[in-house]
């Protein structure tokens, strides 16, 4: 079962790894900006590159489209 992250936890599991947010982000295809964004709580990921971003930090499950 995944469970999923807080921003923090997010930011936390990128830094244990050694992984830059810009690198994640281009790894995943996710807009860079927008992965700080929703790290730091400005955004929560309700829909478009926010929701993709959320997606991809494990902070969002992904949708059953």
């Known amino acids: ?12 599991w990128l830094q244990d790894r050694g992984i830059s947010i810009q ?3 281009l790894a995943h295809n996710v807009d860079a900006p927008t992965c700080y964004q929703i790290l730091a709580g400005r955004k929560k990921g309700l829909r478009g590159k926010a929701h993709d971003a959320a997606v991809a930090l494990g902070i969002k499950p992904p949708s059953d489209d």
């Open 23 to 25: 690198a994640f982000a």
């Open 1 to 12: 079962m995944n469970t999923l992250r807080t921003p923090s936890e997010a930011k936390l």
